[in-house]
């Protein structure tokens, strides 16, 4: 069974950085483009980035702060994130697209980033 | 770039249906067949309903299904069950800026 587990989460000052991980398992992880996700508490989805295998895309609001990255040996996603601010208080997913195009067909539990000082 | 607009709730009877709409433009919606539908219950991840406008993932009852018309997708979701009663959210790749948008979610209610 696919599984996806976010790890990374925590408290951090305004300005402050941190860096996400996201283990995955049952799957040939360097095949599938995988994504973050975000959900701002009692807020709607909101999508942070995509890597595939030879680029990554990044949504407008990340404005150079954030960095998709993947080790495909270690069957690991990861979200460097820099120059926080409380905007970016979320829960954080990351996804696994399956056999369509753009379709997040798996998502982990979600880890908790509060940006507060 | 905004997000697409859905409708912030709808509600409906056991029993019947419900038809949830997602408007973008010619750049997202209307450009492309990569729309996808989510459920999310709360305090859980979402799920994946819909893909690609109107395929289903394995799993996912026949009750659900997705449309498209212009720049504007459609869920339809028959035979609502309670269990049904969830955040649904549409999302779309986009060719310009932001690759993926979401919708901002609408609040399903089994009355």
């Known amino acids: 069974e696919v599984q996806l587990v976010e790890s990374g989460g925590v408290v951090v000052q305004p300005g402050g950085s941190l860096r996400l991980s996201c283990a995955a398992s049952a799957f040939t992880f360097d095949d599938y483009t995988m994504h973050w996700v975000r959900q701002a508490p009692g807020k709607g989805l909101e999508w942070v980035s995509l890597?595939?295998?030879?680029?990554?895309f990044y949504a407008e609001f990340v404005k150079g702060r954030f960095t998709i990255s993947r080790d495909n040996s270690k069957n690991s996603l990861y979200l460097q994130m820099n120059s926080l601010t409380v905007e970016d208080t979320a829960f954080y997913y990351c996804?696994?697209?399956?056999?369509?195009?753009?379709?997040?067909?798996?998502w982990g539990q979600g880890s908790l980033v509060t940006v507060s000082s | 770039q905004s997000a697409l607009t859905q409708p912030p709730s709808a509600s409906e009877s056991p029993g019947q249906s419900v038809t949830i709409s997602c408007t973008g433009t010619s750049s997202d919606v209307g450009g492309y067949n990569y729309v996808s539908w989510y459920q999310q219950h709360p305090g859980k991840a979402p799920k994946l309903m819909i893909y690609?406008?109107?395929k289903r993932p394995s799993g996912v009852p026949d009750r659900f299904s997705g449309s498209k018309s212009g720049n504007t997708a459609s869920l339809t979701v028959s035979g609502l069950l309670a269990d049904d009663e969830a955040d649904y959210y549409c999302s779309s790749y986009a060719d310009r800026g932001t690759r993926v948008l979401f919708g901002g979610g609408t609040k399903l209610t089994v009355l």
């Open positions: 996804a696994k697209e399956d056999s369509g195009w753009y379709d997040l067909a798996y």
């Open positions: 890597i595939n295998s030879v680029d990554t």
């Open positions: 690609e406008v109107s």
